[in-house]
């Protein structure tokens, strides 16, 4: 048997595995392992004297990869930003940003809508877990919205779609593990995130405008606040200022040389809020909780890291992506429509699937054929399809594949953002938020669709950058 | 889908073993978060001292190097034992009785076979840095500072076999659902429904606050 059947059967026995329930970790690890010894054998010709040769010499292969990639400094950035996250409840962030945001801006239509989207975007630069943002806001900022009249299912909407800001807005957790499956620079991925980020929030403010001024009854605006109830409010929520500062700082400085490495800003930002939690009155019972729950989610994601790096590792010596790649570069359509397609498909499997284990699953294969469309991992980008040199293309592509990945959080019918409203409201069904969120699909759309038009958006920032 | 799930309990020796084998699970999983809380605290300190004064610290890139397999691997049997590995549980979650019971028995069964598989390659990747005879009983160490590496390299075989042990538990747990057709098996995570996640989660953070 060739080596690429050999491939297609080991990646089509792992997908029924995944379907059928199986943890997607071990799934790839062991379709990974079980590649490496069929190619290996198979290359022995099946003699059952070297069973055992080819059994050893796979089960080392596989053996290594777990240490020796964990290994590295890049992944950690991956549990330092999930300890952000958790800290930055003890340190009580979220009602600083929301009372900051109602009180600066929820004066325009719509008024305390558009504060919490700000404030979701706010926190999302403390947070890199959308869920999480979900949740807390719809404790704080639904009770308020429904104070002044809002309509129930609307407001439910709004804390859902603004939970998936965190995935862009850095310090994001899923563009650190898109950059460490693609091998491409983790700071610029991160900076590249900013901007997009900020933009989805801006379209959906401005969505939340314009219903509010069609529809009258829909988010009156809230004002009377004085510039000094203003100003007051400020200070509790500067270290996100801070964070966001420093991550941006430590990965690009406008002024100079930059301040060091992601991983160092990362630490550092992780720092500043721990002390904000113990100012807070964080104690060692809260402390441990936060300690034990980054552990677990920081367990869930490098499991599923190794396990997928064995399964590429097998990958590699089949030459899978290869083909795949010629196939995709072979088919006589536009490079562009063809991204589209892929991107449709992982609207379509983001559905059903959670965003990590999507990403990490397909990439592999999926990633170096966008970069073959391209024209390879080395074109100029006058000689490129999408008319951006390589490393462009990288950063690119992955945020366009982290906004449909979030996209799919609000989706029916396991738009997970949706469920956590409802399960903290006990007013509010799973249908009236995906009523509620349905306007910021049309959002996300034609955030998508700029995103795609206008690639400058995503990549001025890393592009300075050198 | 990062489904969580609950652990039911009762007197029977499988359930004892569980309730035994947790606690050092929860401490291997503190590890593994104590090492994400003082990596955060070695970057603060590499980075005031090199800005602040001139005195960068040494073989920063090797501490954390060695900080990650502590991080990765210590709570892998901790997760596992709440069934919070993320998968797709469109399919499984919809099953009930015997034939979602077989189907855990078979995917936790295939998951031990690749475990087992790699406690062996870890601990052959482990041999090949370990020396009695050498300094520090070290073949290979981290290039700036010269830490050893077999220590970083040792937690994978023994993570695993932690796990290893869990999924015997859990095979025992489910095979045990399969033949005697129970409703609420013990010692094995049972599915949650999204609601119930979702729920799970708020009542967590309501918890923190």
């Known amino acids: ?466 | 889908m990062a489904s969580s799930s609950s652990v039911l309990q009762d007197d029977s020796w499988l359930s004892r073993a569980d309730r035994a084998l947790l606690p050092v699970e929860r401490v291997f999983a503190l590890f593994s978060g104590l090492a994400v809380f003082s990596l955060m605290f070695l970057a603060a300190y590499s980075v005031t001292g090199r800005k602040f004064f001139n005195q960068p610290l040494n073989g920063y890139v090797d501490y954390i190097e060695a900080a990650m397999p502590v991080i990765a691997f210590m709570g892998v049997s901790y997760v596992q034992r709440f069934g919070g590995h993320i998968r797709m549980d469109m399919i499984i979650g919809k099953m009930r009785g015997r034939v979602l019971w077989a189907l855990e028995l078979l995917t936790v069964a295939l998951v031990l076979v690749v475990i087992l598989a790699l406690i062996w390659g870890s601990w052959a990747h482990f041999d090949r840095s370990f020396d009695f005879t050498k300094p520090l009983w070290s073949r290979d160490s981290s290039i700036d500072i010269g830490i050893p590496m077999w220590p970083a390299k040792l937690l994978v075989p023994v993570a695993f076999s932690l796990l290893a042990v869990r999924l015997v538990l859990q095979i025992i747990g489910y095979g045990r659902a399969l033949v005697l057709g129970l409703e609420h098996p013990v010692a094995v995570p049972l599915i949650l429904t999204i609601e119930e996640q979702a729920m799970a989660e708020a009542a967590h953070l309501a918890e923190q606050e």
């Not at chain 1, 080819?54 to 053996?63: D, P, R």
């Not at chain 1, 270290?239 to 990965?251: G, R």
């Not at chain 1, 990439?363 to 399809?385: H, I």
């Open chain 1, 1 to 466: 048997m060739d080596p690429i059947s050999i491939g297609l059967w080991t990646t089509g026995g792992m997908l029924v595995l995944v379907l059928i329930g199986m943890r997607v970790a071990f799934a790839a690890g062991l379709a990974g392992f079980v590649g490496l010894f069929w190619l290996r054998w198979n290359g022995f010709d099946y003699d059952p004297a070297k069973f055992g040769k080819a059994l050893t010499i796979s089960v080392k292969i596989a053996g290594q990869v777990p240490h020796s990639k964990i290994a590295a400094q890049a992944l950690s950035l991956i549990p330092t930003f999930i300890l952000i996250g958790y800290l930055a409840y003890y340190a009580k962030l979220t009602t600083a940003l929301f009372e900051a945001a109602k009180r600066w801006i929820a004066w325009v239509p719509g008024g305390l809508a558009v504060s919490t989207v700000f404030a979701t975007a706010g926190f999302a630069a403390v947070s890199g877990a959308s869920v999480a943002t979900a949740a807390v806001f719809a404790r704080i900022a639904i009770p308020e919205m429904l104070k002044i009249g809002y309509n129930k299912q609307f407001a439910a909407g709004v804390v859902a779609a603004g939970g998936t800001l965190a995935s862009l807005i850095p310090p994001s957790a899923i563009l650190v593990i898109y950059a460490i499956i693609v091998e491409q620079d983790v700071g610029k991925l991160l900076l590249a995130g900013f901007i997009p980020g900020a933009f989805s929030a801006l379209i959906y403010a401005g969505l939340i405008i314009g219903i509010a001024m069609i529809f009258k009854n829909v988010g009156p605006p809230v004002s009377g606040f004085t510039w000094r109830e203003r100003f007051a409010v400020l200070p509790p929520a500067l270290p996100i200022v801070a964070v966001v500062v420093i991550i941006i700082f430590f990965v690009y400085n406008p002024f100079g040389d930059a301040w060091g490495t992601p991983t160092e800003g990362g630490a550092v930002g992780a720092f500043i809020v721990f002390l904000m939690a113990l100012y807070r009155g964080m104690r060692w019972a809260q402390l441990k909780d936060a300690l034990l729950e980054t552990a677990k989610l920081t367990v869930m994601i490098f499991s599923i890291i190794w396990g997928v790096l064995i399964y590429v590792r097998f990958l590699g010596f089949a030459d899978l992506p290869g083909v795949f790649s010629e196939w995709i570069t072979s088919l006589d359509m536009a490079p562009l429509l063809i991204l589209i397609c892929i991107l449709l498909a992982y609207a379509v499997l983001g559905m059903f699937m959670d965003a990590i284990g999507m990403l990490l699953l397909t990439l592999p294969v999926v990633y170096p054929a966008v970069m073959a469309l391209n024209g390879g991992e080395y074109v100029t980008a006058a000689d490129s399809a999408f008319g951006m040199n390589g490393t462009m293309c990288a950063i690119w592509f992955g945020i366009l594949v982290v906004k449909m990945a979030e996209f799919c959080l609000i989706t029916p019918p396991i738009g997970l953002n949706c469920f956590v409203v409802a399960g903290v409201r006990d007013d509010l069904t799973v249908q009236d938020v995906f009523k509620g969120v349905t306007p910021f699909f049309l959002a996300d759309g034609v955030t998508i669709a700029l995103l795609v038009a206008f690639p400058g958006i995503v990549l001025w920032l890393p592009s300075l950058v050198g």
